[in-house]
């Protein structure tokens, strides 16, 4: 028996309204289920394999908007036999179940003949279900094919995370095969962007060049407008020379050309000649540059100059517009684009003090900016950032070495002291590692009485607590300390009768100093001279005994184990500075020499 239920009216007088409610509905379901099961059925559904899988035309045109209009409006609503082509017919099985029975189980043997025949059907819930599988199970080996799949089916979101994903990874994505099969259209979407991140340009141009060669026939004409969005100008010179030039199949092709000659043209540019502004000029957004603040050399005194140095094109440059504040002490990089210098560093200069200066080099015009002072006046000091925390170590007050610690919360904007390290300590290397704050050799004292340490303490944020952890192989004053793939590394430094050229690195895993290769010119005092780009840990500067402010700079690859020298020299010698790796701004213009 139905049941009725009253819905209130407004007022007495108001119109009595019965809301039925068929408690028999899931029985009619099951009704039609039994019917199928029985062969009671009205339609036949054939795929290209010779399969036959049954049902009702008025059942599934209630799930399906596909058989709505094919049962409603097409000539198949006459007929109890029809044939599907090109769907998957265990896919179709599983569908037409779903329809029957509010189930389906999606896995990552079925998901790709799924996907196609739930869009196929316009069955939303299996298509989202599919899309949600394919994203969390997303890596190198699969974007690449579900990127297509997502394009191909609609799939906007998942086509989107997909995108995205090869963006990020595209230097290890592109070695795949399957790049070559992405289509015209989905090969400009990619190197396009200016959101894909690549070590080199070099890579995105190789890979337009094996893309075209993979069918030469149909794809030669299509190059023109690939090379369109390949950077050729933010490579080397070298490599114009020696891949571009001489590809054939730009040789060969009078607007391709145009484009090479473009480059060749931007590497002849003078300093003061204007940029050409285009989209190949331009550097994608998750390009990183080493930024360089300051310079203090026993010759030529305090430099206010800032520079910065762009791998793709291996160019140092010279920042006129921006200042470097005369308090620079140790450097750090807050969320990438947030440069805070704090405190002072390097002997024979003012007394130390407390100032913090912030530059924001995505901002229109950069230019430093006051922030609270610290509690304590340092120089010589140890600056780290664990998440929103900037922490500065150690260093000299006016009378002697501090073993005091004090975290500045960049949310608050305020400082508090934290525990004190076990011993005092100045011209420290300070490295993140696991989010915990390693302190690096550096010296205990003055004149007659200096100790040089090779003794590293480590910090521990959540129990605010520094631990002591092995030596180094070496007592290293004024040394740089980078961090690469969960590896610290120590370089250079002095041990009050030798500057070093020797290096060595601490993983956490093992707890011991190993030597790694010496660096080609022995440094002290790049201690915020070492940044870490692209897979390779910099060293900027510094001094020698023999040599007072250093001009050159090198790169140590874990991969090769060995070190290079960056063949471009910095425009000024610098010791007693600051370094960091940051995200390129858009304000910083390239200029040819």
């Not at 206010?304 to 002490?329: A, C, R």
Request: aromatic share 10%; net charge neutral; charged share 20%.
């Amino acid at each position: 028996m139905q049941n009725t239920k009253p819905i209130p009216g407004t007022s007495k007088c108001a119109t009595l309204k019965y809301e039925c409610i068929n408690r028999r509905y899931a029985e009619i379901l099951k009704v039609l289920k039994s019917l199928r099961k029985d062969e009671a059925y009205d339609i036949k559904l054939k795929t290209d394999d010779g399969r036959v899988i049954c049902g009702h035309k008025v059942v599934l045109s209630s799930a399906s908007p596909y058989f709505h209009a094919m049962f409603k409006n097409f000539s198949e609503k006459n007929e109890d036999f029809v044939v599907i082509r090109n769907i998957d017919s265990t896919a179709l099985q599983l569908l037409i179940d779903f329809i029957y029975f509010g189930k389906i189980i999606v896995t990552e043997k079925n998901v790709q003949i799924l996907l196609p025949a739930a869009n196929f059907f316009q069955l939303i819930e299996v298509k989202e279900k599919c899309c949600d599988l394919l994203e969390e199970q997303l890596c190198i080996t699969n974007c690449i094919g579900t990127y297509v799949l997502a394009d191909l089916h609609s799939c906007k979101k998942l086509s989107k995370i997909s995108e995205s994903y090869i963006q990020q990874n595209f230097s290890d994505v592109v070695h795949s095969d399957k790049c070559l099969t992405l289509s015209p259209e989905q090969v400009a979407n990619l190197i396009s962007s200016d959101e894909l991140i690549v070590l080199s340009e070099n890579i995105v141009f190789e890979f337009v060049i094996r893309w075209v060669k993979h069918d030469l026939v149909s794809r030669k004409c299509i190059l023109p407008h690939l090379m369109e969005y390949v950077r050729l100008p933010l490579t080397s010179l070298n490599y114009i020379m020696k891949n571009a030039v001489e590809e054939p199949l730009l040789k060969n092709c009078p607007n391709c050309k145009y484009y090479v000659n473009e480059a060749l043209h931007f590497h002849s540019l003078k300093p003061d000649d204007s940029i050409p502004q285009n989209a190949r000029t331009k550097p994608r957004l998750g390009d990183k540059v080493i930024f360089v603040v300051g310079a203090l050399g026993y010759v030529q005194g305090y430099s206010v100059s800032t520079e910065w140095y762009d791998p793709k094109i291996n160019l140092w440059q010279l920042l006129t517009t921006i200042m470097t504040p005369h308090f620079l002490g140790g450097l750090a990089v807050v969320k990438d684009n947030f440069v805070v210098a704090v405190g002072r560093i390097g002997y024979g200069l003012e007394s130390p003090n407390q100032y913090v200066n912030v530059l924001d080099v995505s901002s229109e015009s950069p230019h430093w900016k006051p922030t609270t002072n610290m509690l304590v006046k340092r120089r010589n000091l140890g600056v780290g950032v664990i998440n929103d925390y900037i922490y500065a170590v150690g260093g000299s007050d006016e009378n002697s070495c501090v073993n005091s610690v004090e975290a500045f919360d960049c949310r608050t904007q305020t400082w508090r002291m934290i525990s004190s390290m076990s011993i005092r300590r100045e011209s420290v290397g300070l490295g993140v590692l696991n989010n915990l704050l390693y302190v690096v050799g550096g010296c205990n004292g003055r004149d007659d009485s200096i100790q040089f340490l090779k003794s590293v303490e480590c910090y521990y944020p959540s129990i605010d607590t520094w631990k002591s952890v092995a030596e180094m192989c070496v007592p290293r004053m004024a040394a740089g300390v980078g961090v690469l793939d969960g590896i610290l590394y120590a370089v250079g430094g002095y041990d009050g009768k030798n500057t070093h050229r020797s290096a060595e690195a601490y993983e956490p895993s093992s707890g011991v100093w190993t030597t790694i290769p010496d660096m080609h010119f022995c440094r002290y005092y790049p201690v915020t001279g070492v940044a870490v780009l692209n897979g390779l840990l910099y060293v900027v500067g510094g001094c020698d005994k023999n040599v007072p402010s250093l001009d050159s700079a090198e790169f140590y690859n874990p991969n090769t184990n060995t070190w290079t020298m960056v063949t471009t020299r910095l425009n000024k010698s610098r010791t007693f500075f600051g370094v960091v790796a940051i995200d390129r701004s858009r304000y910083f213009k390239t200029k040819r020499s």
